[in-house]
């Protein structure tokens, strides 16, 4: 491992340097990383950090994984990129994985893309064709177009489609007017999704059908907030009477993370209903950046068309062969069930560590938050991340925890021992 000594600029050389040439859009960074190994990674200057937070759900394997770097390796050996005039079997080996874990019905496809946003601007495009197909919104017989509702407090995105989703009016209002007909909808309120559905109608007043609603199940960047099971049911209820298709945002919840491999296979999160079109990306690959859409069944997935969408990098074969060996992985070293048991010992931990800055905790699996006494997250974060563990201020009086699927027993105690000694008169942010 490099020492202080062989290391070239310290941590606060390099963050002047970063002010001075990259795009000030995240802020100042906490600090500048170097490597990683397992669950801990290292700064510039040699400071180790147990990491609760995995590159926000990205890094499913950890820092390093043996497996994962023999996959991308070998890959990247062979072939990185190929265009899309051209397939390679990492890639229609991954759609196959993904359409099968996902218990998506015969006929059912995959797109790929990069990220988060682009697995959502795919659904909202495919949503949006498939709009078109019902009765109403046909513009040639004086229909109005469909519309697409979203949740208040949900994250999507943000490219102009996936933005025009998302809720957070500081992050959206500034690109005003975005994507028309994307409208939102009191999140956990069945009434207020019963009368938006209600509004479709002719005459004046009457809107276009609803040609989709998306969500999230678990709230991610809202401060980990899952919907509510009866909820969820009747929103699958009223898409289906309306003929409208559930999109749900697996972006954050994913692969494993929230303790079964889609969150919307949780009885206690759905009820076990099935969606139309299931979103996915950061923990999909273990790092390397990818995502996109599952459409479930033949009839919508044949909506896409050539030259519906795509995009130059979409599934190219080094992203599928580290998304492969991520899934893999998980599979053989039984990550969902670790990232279930993990979760009950971490959530158990913090409620037991009698800090009394700590008033709950949610989440499912090894996604979850700790709600705070005051609004003092950010002090919370930096104090953790001063003491060797990093969480996240996800909300002003929440602090996320989405550790690598990988984290063991032992590491779950540690975090829990360090948290248990945040301060808790801190002052507020
Ligand atoms: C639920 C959800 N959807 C979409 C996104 C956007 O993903 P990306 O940042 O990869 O574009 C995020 C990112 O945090 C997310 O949490």
Redesign the pocket.
Known sequence: MPTKETLGPTDSQWLGQYSQVHMNVFGTPLRVMDHGEGVRIWDVDGNEYLDFLAG??VNSLGYAHPAWVKAVSEQAAKCAHVSNYFATEPQIRLASRLIELAGAPEGSHVYFG???????EAALKLAKLYGRTLPGASPSIGGKPARILALTH??????MG?LSA?WKPVIRKPFEPLVPNIEFVRAGDPIAMYEAFSATGLGQYGKGPVAAVIL?LI???AGVRPLDVAYVKKVRELCDINHALLII?????GIGRTGSWFAFQREDLTGGITPDIV?F??GVAGGF?M?GMISFGGKLSALFTPGSHGSTFAGNPLGAAAALATLDTIENEHLVENAEERGEQLRQGIMASGNPLFTSVRGRGLLNAILLSHRCSHAAMNWALEHGLIVNAVAPDALRLAPPLIVSEQEIDEAVSILAKIPADLPND
Request: net charge negative; aromatic share 4%; charged share 25%.
């Open positions: 926000i759900a990069n990220s988060g946003a682009e697995g959502n949900g994250f999507h995105g943000r490219t996936a998302t999230e709230q991610g960047e945002d697996e972006v954050q919840t979103t990306a950061k950046p995502g």
